[in-house]
């Protein structure tokens, strides 16, 4: 019970007639309503019909009636555009929590409707169900009926769908007009590596892309690229400005694995004014974009451009400077670091479990071949070359085998190539080169000859029914065994991480998967003022997602940290 | 929502995607040269104007350029808001159902295949065509048109097996309307059952049912095919047993409306249990049980016609509120100047009266009460000591005017209704001068007492009285009977809550130190003045007068005595209530039970749908099959009539291999030998068989009680002898005496459930009048 000296509040939620009669009937004995409605305009799904007539009183007339009272009374507190989070009660008190969407046309607006007839855009007009066009300027409801003018700028598809929410309607407007210094700000607001990401991105945004319906999703990356890569030009010639960190702030941090989750982590940290130092164990920057990626895909003048562009806000990057049992976090935090983000990857390549795995020469892990690769080492390494999986990291390493030389290249993957993890484009290019791949097939056992690998028993494959990861289980097919010849075997199942570098008391919850758990709002691990990202907590994903990771234990470090 | 055939594709921008170019194949031999090459500054110009900003907002400014008070913020963000409060009140609307799945209705692909949703747009002067009807298609005048019902309801196969309740009434309002718009429209309405909902409604579709545009067909759609040529529609379909097939030029779909999917989360967070469907089913226990911190109304609760969705916001916002009183409103001082008169032009389309008419009289505007009109009305405010405004509705939009003008309590007076039939001029004269001269509200008026006399303590009477006491105020209810509760105790019997909630609950008003029941009396005489009413009640004490604020009618029903069943001659000739407590006793061993709908209900006397006794009757037969799975029941009907979630009790009663038979005209009952019942049934048989029992479904009608009390206080009735109430959509529960109210099926048929909730509404209803 409240107080008898303070009015009762109430809130009702849902802005049609019931919603509305009853806020007119709880403010009218003197309480203090809030009314909440998730849409723009008050009437709910009677305003819409005009013509309905129930118990001889016009629905129109009822609906007018009841909205204006509302908007009318003093007191009532219309929340519309406000969708509702939570409800809880507590000690004889409900707490409500909202969204509210802006209306984006303040109070001061006269009616005029000038505006509807300027705006170039023509969305379809939900309130007529969609059988007539409107503008994105917009009346709440109908033209004549409350009078609310709103602008409805929600995120677009594109953009709800990046990982890391980059406008790219805007950059993308901005890219048309010829203004690409600004297109660049727009992407550097939300992607630190944006060079890197237009080219090897998987686009996820492209997939949900509207103009898809139409005909084809706009070409996003290729436009990214395209401006970083104007970008990256202007830098060579001299005539890049390079970016401030906003304060200096002292404070010292350390970042563990300059991969794209701990430059990540750098930049925005650096950005802000802290001052941080990035341990590498690699003699490279760049983690997976440098030792897993080949340069085909990725030159590197362009991963170091965007780099360099970490390095010009001040952080300092320590390669061939690994954590170690003996150089450990604790000592971190005795040499003044406040607070450290582990961006350690995933870099141990996970077991076939199939026979003669350990028992000959010729048989490489393709991390550990890749990396060989991409740090210089371009000798040959066979001459027929079998690479199992389906994922990127398998394409990648097939057609890395080609370009060192190797004459035959073939990937056995389990499963179809509609489940076929790999990006399509990916696929589409290995094959075009020559690679061979054996859809629906698993191996057996490896076969070896004076103790190298001489090839490998495989099995046919079918599919099942759909399994925990949604795609359809392989089932081996009995009796369909064959054999592919080989003098290299090149693994490319999946990877976990390598967290040999952890000192035996080093107190971090820890996965069954070897990977650090952490807290996924705050990217925080149990262990204070310690956050993880990136491969490291999520196994192997793509550089936008241990971008986004990256973000998010920024974020929650400046407020730890201050 | 649809993507309409007639609206242009957005081909305003057309290109295709630039592809990306690569290093040629020869060119990638032994090295690790980059493949893809990059767009070219050309191709990345053409690229990014393919981008069709996704029909939003892109913040380009030009709005803003042409806005004089600069009334646009592009990057105003979302904001989180935090509401602490009291108590919560949900109301959400519920979620249209969207039958592009239903593949075999042909909605996701033809033009023509619109939903009732979209019709009322199609149709509405602020909509696509200005109010015309033209078929979507090519913009043709329909000349036929199919409505198919019961379109994601009463469809167990998706999880709706529930009746939306409103979909007949619309249907009905919009074939009339398509008929009122294109002349010589023809109409076909495809059903599975009509449920027409209201106590006027059964009137409206037997004068339909007598025209000869509008024929209705039970059956099953089974398929809509569009005609990619001319866009006509087949719509196939099986009825009384035969296939057949019919071509139209529009086909409106009467869907259904499910629960809002976001509402299950809340409900668990406040601790709601929801029903399969998603909805809060309400139940008397669940009635009693209600706190006044969380309350709903509306289509939370279940699909339901515009006016209980009225009622039951009247009873939720009850619910909300305690007795820490209201906050009186202030009078503001009255304008000087003179009275202003203004029309509203549909208000007068509407009462059929010619804008000439009252051309000169009054300023016409098209919608007065939208946004504009209110703006011509405030340009004349510094001028204007009272409004007078024609063509409105009478009793319900006073207030708005009064707020919208800021003049005070008593300035605007409506003509609507009855008042424009006649001289219109003169009436308008005369009212223009009583409105200027019209009294002040008396100043220092008495407050009202705060006091309610409740006559009847059934269901309504009980909830009503039982939230007056916890506002506070006085009650005495005046009971016939010696007994309060017994039609609540019986609800509450049938659906399962325990007897001992029910009786906790009449107990408690009994034991109310602030309320008085008066059993076995009857009010002999309703005196009103000055906001005082004295009500002199016969008890078995003798003459007892009482004085209070406000009297509330909640007479409640009495059942329809059957004459001409042989009702009270033959032992196996019931009601549903007897029968009932013979199930309850285990006294009803028969075999074969047949059980008549409509008795004495839907009839030329009676010509409503009384709205208990199919859902009696279904609970009926579920409880005897359960105690004697043997026996066999058939149900002779004019049409089931069960709405909401009654709709399981029938498929589970058809799931049990009930019989259910409609018929045309009266059922013939002989008891010499045998027990026999012989029907017409409606597919032109006739049909006698042998029962062991037949079971009566009453209807439940007003009785003489509440027509004696009509009579006593001054009450009007309206043509259905029903108490007449306010609009019923706007004050539901005033009668056409001022302090006097009426709720429960006194004034329109209802279940217990119903019931309850019309009582807790009137009682805050009466709060308000009483201003506590």
Partial sequence: MSDKSSPREVVVVGGGITGLTAALEVAGSGARVALVEESPFLGGLLLKQERVVPEGFPSVCLSSKLVNEVLAHPGIRVLTNSTLGSVRKKDDRIKVSLTHQPGRVTEACNACAECLLVCPIKPYDSYNEGLMLRTAIDFAGPRTFGGEYNIEKETPACQERCPVHIDIRRYVGLIAGGRYEEAIRVIRDRNPLPAVCGRICPHPCETVCNRGRQDEAIAIDALKRFVSDYEVAQRKAGKFVPPKPKKDLKTKVAVVGAGPAGLTVAHDLALEGYRVTVFEAAPVPGGMMHLGIPEYRLPRDILLSDVAYIEDLGVEIKLNTPLTKEFTVDDLFKQGFKGIFLGVGAYEGLKLRVPGEDDYEGFLDCIKFLRDVNLGDKTRPGNKVIVIGGGNSAIDSARTALRLGCEEVTILYRRSRREMPANDWEVEGAEEEGVKIHYLAAPVKILGKGGKVAGMECTKMRLGKLDASGRRRPIPVEGSEFTVEADLIIPAISQQPDITFLPDEHGFEISRWNSFVVDERTMATNRPGIYAGGDGVTGPATVIEAIRAGHIAADSMKEYLS | MKKPKFIPEFKDIPSERNRMPELPLEERNLNFEEVELGLSEEMVLKEAARCLSCRRCIGCGLCLAECDPKAIVYDEAASRVELEADAIVFTSDGQVFNPDGKKELGYADAANVITSFEFERLVSPTGPFGGLLVRPFDGDIPKRIAFIQCVGSREEGIGANFCSSDCCSRTFSQARHARKLAGDVEVHVFHRGLRPVGKGSELDLSELQGENWIEFIEGEVTSVKEDPGDGTLSVGYSAAGETAEAKFDLVVLAVGVHALGGFKRYARTAGIRVNKFGFIERSIGSLIAETEAVSFGGAVCGPAPVYRSVIDALAASTRSLD??????????????????????????????????????????????????????????????????????????????????????????????????????????????????????????????????????????????????????????????????????????????????????????????????????????????????????????????????????????????????????????????????????????????????????????????????????????????????????????????????????????????????????????????????????????????????????SVGHLHGSDHEELARVAGVRLDDLKFIATGDSLAAPFATSASGIFACGFGRSPVIAEEAFVEGVGAAGTICKYLGV
Avoid at chain 2, 545 to 551: F, I, N, P, Y
Avoid at chain 2, 615 to 622: D, G, I, P, T, Y
Avoid at chain 2, 681 to 694: C, L
């Fill in chain 2, 323 to 696: 007795s820490s009183g209201a906050v009186p409103s202030q009078q503001s001082p009255r304008h000087k100047g003179k009275t202003f008169v203004y029309a509203c032009e549909y208000g007068l389309e509407l009462a059929g009266v010619n804008r000439s008419d009252v051309e000169g009289l009054c300023i016409v505007h098209p919608f007065l009460c939208y946004k504009d009109g209110r703006a011509a009305m405030r340009a004349n405010l510094d001028e204007t000591s009272s409004i007078v405004v024609v063509g409105c509705h009478k009793g319900s939009h006073e207030e708005l005017f009064e707020t919208v003008s800021g003049l005070p309590r008593g300035s605007v007076t409506i003509v609507g209704g009855e008042g424009l039939s006649g001289d219109l001029k003169a009436k308008l004269a005369s009212v223009t001068e009583g409105s200027s001269a019209s009294q002040l509200p008396e100043a220092g008026r008495e407050k009202r007492p705060a006091s309610v006399v409740v006559v009847g303590g059934g269901t309504s009477g009980l909830a009503a009285a039982s939230e007056l006491v916890r506002r506070g105020v006085e009650v005495t209810v005046v009971e016939k009977s010696a007994e309060i509760g017994k039609p609540l105790t019986f609800a509450a019997i049938a659906e399962g809550t325990e007897v001992d909630v029910v009786d906790g609950f009449v107990k408690a008003i009994e034991t109310n130190p602030v309320a008085t029941v008066l059993k076995e009396s009857t009010v002999a005489a309703v005196e009103t003045s000055d906001g005082k009413i004295t009500v002199k009640v016969s008890t078995p004490q003798g003459e007892k007068t009482l004085e209070a604020g406000a009297m509330l009618m909640a007479t409640g029903a009495n059942a329809y005595v059957p004459a001409g069943y042989h009702h009270g001659e033959h032992e196996a000739i019931l009601t549903q209530s007897e029968f009932r407590q013979r199930i309850t006793g285990g006294r009803a061993s028969w075999k074969r039970v047949a059980m008549i709908q409509c008795v004495g209900a839907r009839s030329a006397e009676h010509p409503y749908c009384s709205r208990y006794c199919c859902k009696q009757a279904l609970a009926n037969v579920l409880r005897l099959k359960e105690d004697n799975p043997g026996a066999e029941v058939t149900v002779f009907h004019r049409g089931i009539r069960v709405f909401g979630f009654e709709e399981d009790l029938y498929t589970d009663a058809a799931d049990l291999g009930v019989n259910f038979i409609e018929i045309t005209g009266e059922p013939r009952i002989t008891t010499e030998g045998a027990l026999k019942v012989a029907v017409d049934s409606t597919d032109g048989k006739s049909v006698s068989n042998e029962f062991d029992a037949v079971v009566l």
